[in-house]
């Protein structure tokens, strides 16, 4: 499909793969509506981009909230006219290491108001105005290679990539049915570096736990392991992504790894019992994707 003079909206867009999609939009001369919960990031991802003659709109954007998302596609299309491409990037992840039984509640409202009802939201709110424009356009979801993988930690973001990618399949499958002209592409991208294992940083007062119990040494030891590990640029991995857009693909991922770990499970799949994966064999995919 064709891109330039078109518009795009990028939910969590203010930083990290978000802001290198918009960097790759503005590159091939889209004009992108950037949306974040995060105001001041926001604003200064909204001049760098205008530094570079990036025409763009900023608008502050609470993806768990309906309510946003409907008034972003609002403005998003009274200020364009249309929308070629909608990227539902925008996504949390607890920032210490934690098993299933050690969570509280709040972690999976958190987790799942973003990372799921946000994609849910930003569908609802753009995608039958998209399907009326009757011109070739699509959707990107941000999933994760955790959306592929399983063992121990993480069981939130897991699961919620999990189901992004199974929403974006029935997606796909959906609008194939109905003979649209939009397409769709899920991106699990493996570590990437970027500040997500820190989101705790936009985390609202009534989701916060009452009480924290400290990591034990082993997680400890695990959580900055994965901290210290050298992902992918935000914006080389936004490449990959446009590139599989533009080459017609749905999966697409950063790392062969990711491929591998789903071939893995699919024999656990035949044997009826999951191999049994240690703390210390734990995937590098450390949920910063």
């Not at 640029?233 to 990711?258: M, N, Q, S």
């Not at 499970?265 to 949920?287: K, M, Q, T, Y």
Request: charged letters at 25%; proline letters at 5%.
């Amino acid at each position: 499909m064709e891109f330039r003079d078109r518009a795009a909206v990028i939910t969590g867009g203010a930083s990290g793969i978000g802001f290198g999609l918009a960097e790759a939009a503005v590159e091939r001369g889209m004009a992108v509506v950037l949306a974040d919960v995060e105001a001041d990031a926001l604003k200064r991802a909204e001049e760098r981009l205008a530094q570079r003659g990036g025409r763009v709109l900023a608008i502050a954007t609470d993806v768990s909230s309906a309510a946003s998302l409907r008034a972003l596609a609002d403005r998003a299309f009274e200020a364009f006219g249309e929308v070629a491409l909608l990227c539902n990037n925008a996504g949390v992840s607890i920032g210490v290491t934690k098993r299933i039984w050690e969570l509280d509640r709040s972690d999976w409202a958190w987790l799942m108001g973003v990372n799921v009802w946000g994609l849910i939201h930003g569908l609802d709110a753009f995608l039958p105005r998209m399907m009326e424009q009757n011109a070739p356009s699509h959707v990107l979801n941000t999933a994760s290679a955790a959306a592929l993988i399983a063992g121990p930690m993480l069981g939130p973001y897991k699961a919620s990539k999990h189901a992004v990618l199974s929403i974006s399949e029935t997606l796909f499958h959906d609008l194939r049915d109905a003979g649209s002209k939009i397409g769709v592409s899920v991106f699990c991208p493996d570590v990437v570096a970027t500040r997500l294992r820190q989101a705790d940083r936009n985390r609202p007062d009534h989701l916060k736990p009452v009480e924290t119990a400290p990591p034990s040494v082993e997680e400890q030891a695990f959580s900055n392991e994965r901290q210290q590990a050298r992902g992918l640029p935000p914006r080389a991995a936004a490449e990959i992504a446009f590139k599989g857009i533009e080459e017609g693909r749905f999966y697409l991922f950063t790392d062969p790894w990711a491929l591998g770990a789903a071939r893995e499970r699919l024999e656990d799949f035949e044997s009826g019992i999951p191999r049994v994966i240690a703390l210390r064999d734990a995937s590098p995919s450390d949920g910063r994707s």
